[in-house]
């Protein structure tokens, strides 16, 4: 493989804070971020300030995380990352290229990708995980083995799949209109209590109060097994007191208000539901609407409907009234949550395919 001359792979150096005098090449590696997601999308949304992304690069005791700036002939043009995770046993690692279409076809992507692999196999890691966002366009499409969703056969596509990667879940980026869909909300969330009425709403804002940090521990633990992953490798993750901690104060030292709605079940005051919303310090920003979990043993009472409505009303009244749209992601085969994100007013806008690799 050849690679252009002049092109470095800088290690991210971290600064302490964003006035430090080595904070230039973060600040750098932030802008380029969010102009490799603008050439995808063609929007904005996803968009995130060096204030916001600096918490999330930390590495802490539950992954540790790698970046490097990509720079060529002096100027930064895109980034690679990998996150270990770090449970008990764990063999997997999740990972990122991105590069300005401008220098596309240079073999920067090829020569990024060979420090992944080569900093997994250092940390024993042999499942290696990466999601891309795959506009549509005309031509050969690959189907998720799932059975539900496929995408185009595109340059990303192609350099999953000539590095040896799989394609196993499509994923659907959906959009809703605040202020559309608030009748909708109000009548759903209705005929949601009358079918949940041996359970409660509990609302909270980071940092979680005391009385709910266990229960929330726990459900947060379920994501990482109860949630549609097809074939994709996810450790089962172990949740106490110190990780919601260290959860929420990401989302605090990035600025971000963060809305937990949570069903309890009244006769044993057990957590069996929640739901996130997410905004940044931007008041008119997209609004993200991140984990949504019902406790299989409690499914049927359309609990993830509560949840999720509960939280929009809140949200549309108190918390972000300012903000225009919420964003989320859901496994194109939950058709469950699927049902409930249509019914509030949820569109779809972007699909995103999940790739895996086995290394030898």
């Not at 000539?162 to 196993?168: I, P």
Request: proline share 6%.
């Amino acid at each position: 493989m050849t690679v252009a001359t002049g092109v470095e792979y800088r290690p991210l150096i971290l600064p302490h804070s964003l006035t430090d005098p080595d904070a230039a090449d973060f600040l750098e590696f932030a802008r380029v971020r969010n102009l490799v997601y603008r050439e995808i999308a063609g929007n904005a949304d996803d968009d995130v300030t060096p204030e916001e992304l600096l918490p999330l690069y930390r590495s802490d005791q539950d992954e540790t995380r790698y970046a490097w700036a990509v720079i060529a002939d002096g100027e930064f043009v895109g980034r690679v990352g990998v996150d270990i995770p770090l449970e008990d046993g764990s063999r997997s690692a999740f990972w990122l290229v991105e590069l300005l279409a401008s220098h596309h076809g240079r073999g920067i992507g090829r020569a990024g990708y060979a420090l992944i692999e080569e900093k997994a196999r250092e940390h024993g890691r042999t499942v290696l995980q990466s999601w891309a966002q795959h506009p549509d366009v005309e031509g050969p499409r690959l189907s998720a083995p799932t059975g539900f969703g496929s995408i185009p056969e595109d340059r990303a596509a192609r350099f999953y799949l000539a590095n040896g990667y799989t394609l196993e879940q499509i994923e659907r980026q959906s959009v809703l209109d605040l202020a559309a869909s608030e009748g909708t909300v109000a009548k759903l969330l209705a005929e949601a209590e009358r079918a949940s009425a041996d359970y409660r709403i509990v609302q909270w804002h980071a940092p979680t109060p005391p009385e709910f940090v266990e229960g929330y521990a726990w459900v947060k633990s379920r994501m990482s097994t109860d949630a549609p992953s097809a074939a994709l490798e996810f450790d089962e993750e172990v949740w106490d007191a110190a990780r919601v901690a260290r959860h929420d104060q990401r989302h605090l030292d990035a600025g971000s208000r963060v809305l937990v709605t949570a069903a309890q079940h009244i006769p044993s005051g057990t957590l069996v539901a929640f739901n996130e919303l997410v905004l940044s310090a931007d008041a008119e920003g997209p609004s993200h609407q991140e984990d949504t979990l019902v406790l299989k043993e409690h499914r049927g009472h359309k609990l993830g409907q509560r949840v999720k409505c509960a939280g929009l009303t809140t949200w549309r009244t108190q918390d972000a009234p300012l903000s225009p749209k919420v964003i989320t992601y859901n496994a194109e085969e939950n058709r469950p949550m699927l049902d409930i994100n249509e019914a509030i007013g949820f569109t779809p806008v972007a699909y995103n395919g999940a790739w895996k690799k086995v290394l030898r």
